[in-house]
């Protein structure tokens, strides 16, 4: 029954930036992995980034590697995903989910519950 609120995504130019955040309506937000996903139209859902409970251990997908950071803040339930040098190809919904585990994973079906999605648009 956690309930996960992404922030509104956006339209930025290639080379750009942006910067999404998820909070989640739980009061054992650091019990939980954090995860970032993504969905192109007529793509499978993709793997960007994952983050530890305490914070300190973080993976990312190949794709994503050297332009995007994932962070959190366990004091304000909130986990973030900063999209730096960004690409048209990285044009998705975005979605954030939890994993009721200690241990990260890459899998779509190692997290639940999800985020709601939200819009990021990339120009050339």
């Known amino acids: 029954q956690v309930q996960l609120v992404e922030s509104e995504g956006g339209l930025v130019q290639a080379g750009g930036s942006l910067r999404l955040s998820c909070t989640a309506s739980t009061r054992t937000f ?3 992995v954090m995860g970032w996903f993504r969905q192109a139209p007529g793509k499978e859902r993709e793997f960007v980034a994952t983050i530890s409970r305490s914070g300190s251990l973080t993976a990312f997908g190949d794709s994503v590697k050297g332009r995007f ?3 959190r803040d ?3 339930n909130t986990v973030y995903l900063q999209m ?3 690409k048209p190809e990285d ?3 975005y979605y954030c989910a939890a994993r009721d585990s200690p241990v990260l994973s890459t899998n779509v079906g190692g997290y639940g519950p999800w985020g709601q999605g939200t819009q990021v648009t990339v120009s050339a």
């Open 84 to 86: 730096n040098s960004l």
């Open 69 to 71: 950071t994932i962070s």
């Open 74 to 76: 366990n004091a304000k």
């Open 30 to 32: 650091s019990t939980y």
């Open 91 to 93: 044009t998705a919904v």
